[in-house]
């Protein structure tokens, strides 16, 4: 018995993938029965992923927590009991309250993407925790050592405009899989390829997407550095170089030129496993196409030298002069063309002065050696929302072992009981994003997406801010700041009126659900120099750098453990592992779900042949894939999609559906990146025998 027509609500994909897709919901009786992409959004196309597309699933599962719990197990059994949220808000404040007296800064939130949205993800949340003067967080766990060194050379997070790509004549497809985790962005890439231009994947194994390039070249994980200072080096010395772009428009030629000098193709053949002449030509085939283009993701920023292969790559299209093209250049991240006030969304400036107690930043990264390690003050309490600590961060033997510290109290909000969740003392139920108010920028395209509530909260689940709200009365802080109403924030979120204000006004984007930069279409950002760097040019002799004592010029950072890096680690343990998104997972993002699990097959290691017959290891067994750190099992998928001594296993599975209770961060390491405090997952030796 239907009582009111559907109506359709806007909204905005919420998850950590730079598409942010435009979303209309179809509502009838209080009901989402229906979502899909906004037709009118040109990034969306009217289309959404596979996991999005079902994402009334999510909205609707019966695993959704739909009440605060508190703990009657032991830490990590998963066993909770309902309580109200008047127990739980009480609870949490006067803990909190206890631990503020003697010092603040033992409370950790800790938080990631679960949500991009700048009000759930960055508002009131972070205004909560300046107040009480708790432990900052470094969120490295992504893209830090890339994001720093690409500003170090390009000096933000801004790049070539992924609509224009359309033009180029050659594309690098660079450390990305954009089939799986880039869709919207990889049908420019196909439109591109339909009409002429030649597409070259470079991934150490055959992705997704290296399958639909013309050619694949799969160098050994965390290589990349070495290659693009080969590319430069055959660049200089043949004189592919656009001398007008570099004098007029770069820093520091004559430095980079010397530093290259004997990074020849034959320097950098066994560092990266490919052969000289493949070296030779890509770059002589990159020196000559006009225009080119390099789409770089996060995949290569993952290793020891993470932050200066992004860093070299970057400086390849200023040496040809590619960024004088719309579909010419570059693209890392597009994050940087949005007008966002992060200061006004979260109020550092609320962090009370103290005498004596500077505030104190904990890396995300390495949360399990900080439970267990930091000192002055050890961390007494941690508060988890948009994460999954436990399955997503490396070395997760060291983070459950930090996680189930009997004297840690931790808060837990979620929407599912998570491998994070059964750590719990205190179990939130959140809401999901057709259940709360938001506003969307992103990485992968340059408009901005409002999402509207659909449905009531399910349960009694709340969003995020609500929640911190709330505990804000009970701690008894007056800022008001801390009590800002989510549409408040979601209107104040963009900075209207400098070069790069959006497009349309905050009551356009509500209207509408989505708006354009205002930037010019095609937009070409570094066609004039201009970059955003102290210098104005782009620099391959770094001020950044030079002023964080680092080495200012490109250089060549191999991996932390590889057999030509580190041959004592790899005579136990030749393998290299990585572990990249999988096509039906978002991070363990739907990885709970039956739908997604069942499309995943369950854990899985794509071995090469010949290192399978070395090992007695046939198809679909099971295997033990191991190192000092740990050890997670997977089914052997014997595969030439892998190179020789590399080993592939899509994540990220959560721990509990994995059958022996771990996952591939079981064995991940959790040492620390060149530059920005980053994560090192596909830097990582292992060995593989029968289980
Ligand atoms: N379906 C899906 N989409 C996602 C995600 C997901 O989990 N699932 N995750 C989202 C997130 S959080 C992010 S950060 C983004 C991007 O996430 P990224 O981690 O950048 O992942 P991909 O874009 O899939 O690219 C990873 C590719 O890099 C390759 N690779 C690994 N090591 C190296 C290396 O050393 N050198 C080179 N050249 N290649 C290497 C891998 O084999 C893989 O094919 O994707 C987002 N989109
Ligand atoms: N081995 C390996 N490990 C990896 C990676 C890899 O490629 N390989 N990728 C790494 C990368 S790139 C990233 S970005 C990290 C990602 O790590 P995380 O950002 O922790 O991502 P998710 O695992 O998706 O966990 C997000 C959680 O937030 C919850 N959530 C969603 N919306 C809300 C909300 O509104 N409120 C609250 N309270 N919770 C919400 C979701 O239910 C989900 O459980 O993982 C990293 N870990
Ligand atoms: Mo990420």
């Not at 596979?50 to 719990?69: C, I």
Request: hydrophobic letters at 40%.
């Amino acid at each position: 018995m239907s009582t009111a027509p559907p109506s359709i609500v806007r909204a905005a994909c919420p998850h950590d993938c730079p598409d942010t897709c435009a979303m209309e919901v179809t509502v009838a009786d209080g009901r989402a029965v229906k979502i899909r992409g906004a037709a009118d959004m040109p990034f969306t196309n009217g289309a959404l992923c596979t996991k999005v597309a079902h994402y009334l699933d999510r909205v609707y599962s019966e695993q959704r927590l739909l009440h605060p719990m508190k703990r009657v197990g032991r830490k990590g059994e998963g066993r909770f009991e309902r309580i109200s949220w008047d127990e739980a808000l009480d609870t949490i404040a006067t803990r909190f309250r206890d631990i503020a007296a003697d010092d603040a800064r033992a409370i950790l939130p800790y938080s990631y993407a679960g949500t991009m949205g700048l009000v759930q993800g960055e508002s009131l949340d972070r205004r909560f925790f300046h107040r009480l003067g708790a432990s900052l967080l470094d969120r490295t766990i992504c893209a830090s050592a890339g994001a720093l060194g690409w500003k170090a050379t390009i000096g933000a997070s801004i790049g070539t405009d992924p609509e224009a790509v359309i033009e180029a004549k050659l594309i690098l497809i660079w450390g990305g899989n954009p089939v799986v985790s880039n869709l919207h962005g990889w049908r420019y890439l196909q439109e591109a390829k339909r009409r002429g231009a030649k597409l070259v994947c470079i991934d150490p194994r055959r992705s997704e997407t290296a399958a639909k390039c013309d050619v694949h070249l799969a160098p050994w994980p965390g290589t990349d550095g070495a290659l693009a200072l080969a590319m430069m080096q055959v660049l200089i010395a043949d004189d592919l170089l656009d001398h007008d772009y570099i004098a007029r428009h770069t820093l520091g030629f004559a430095q980079l030129a010397e530093r290259v000098h004997d990074c020849t193709p034959e320097w950098a053949a066994p560092l990266t496993g490919l052969s000289a002449d493949v070296i030779r030509s890509l770059a002589r085939e990159y020196g000559a196409a006009t225009p080119s283009l390099i789409r770089l993701n996060y995949g290569l920023n993952r290793c020891a030298g993470g932050g200066m292969a992004v860093r070299n790559i970057a400086c390849l299209p200023a040496l040809t002069g590619a960024w004088r093209y719309p579909a010419g250049g570059a693209l890392l991240s597009t994050s940087g063309n949005f007008p966002i006030d992060h200061k006004a969304l979260q109020r550092p400036d609320l962090y009370p002065r103290q005498e004596g107690r500077p505030p104190r930043t904990i890396n995300m990264a390495f949360i399990g050696d900080a439970l267990l390690e930091a000192r002055d003050p050890p961390i007494r309490a941690i508060y988890v929302y948009n994460s999954n600590p436990v399955a997503v961060a490396p070395d997760s033997n060291r983070v459950k072992a930090g996680f189930a510290r009997e004297d840690l109290f931790c808060v837990v909000h979620e929407l599912f009981q998570t491998d994070t969740a059964d750590y719990a003392d205190i179990l939130l139920p959140a809401t999901s994003q057709l259940e709360h108010r938001d506003v969307h920028g992103t990485y992968g395209h340059l408009y901005a997406v409002a999402n509207f509530p659909a449905i009531a909260p399910q349960g009694e689940a709340r969003p995020n801010t609500e929640v911190f709200r709330l505990l804000a009365e009970r701690m008894g802080f007056a800022e008001p700041a801390l009590f800002e109403s989510d549409e408040n924030i979601a209107a104040a979120a963009f900075r209207l009126g400098d070069r790069r204000a959006l497009g349309v006004t905050p009551a356009a984007l509500a209207q509408r659900g989505w708006g354009r930069l205002n930037l010019p279409q095609p937009f070409a950002p570094f066609a004039e120099g201009s970059f955003p760097t102290p210098s104005g040019k782009c620099e391959f002799h770094s001020s950044l750098l030079a002023a964080m004592g680092q080495d200012p010029l490109p250089a060549w950072h191999p991996p932390a453990e590889s057999p030509v890096s580190n041959p004592a680690l790899a005579a136990r343990y030749p393998l290299a592992l990585i572990t990249p998104p999988a096509r039906n997972f978002l991070n363990t993002s739907f990885a709970n779900l039956p739908r997604f699990r069942d499309a995943e097959g369950g854990p899985r290691l794509q071995i090469h042949p010949d290192d399978a017959a070395a090992r007695g290891i046939a198809d679909g067994e099971r295997l033990r894939i191991h190192n000092d750190r740990g050890e997670f099992h997977a089914r052997a998928e014997v595969t030439g999609d892998v190179r020789r001594g590399v080993v592939v296993s899509p994540s990220v599975w959560w721990q509990k559906f994995s059958g022996d209770g771990n996952n591939a961060n079981a064995v991940t390491s959790s040492a620390s990146t060149d530059m920005g405090g980053g994560t090192i997952f596909y830097d990582c030796l292992v060995e593989v025998a029968r289980a």
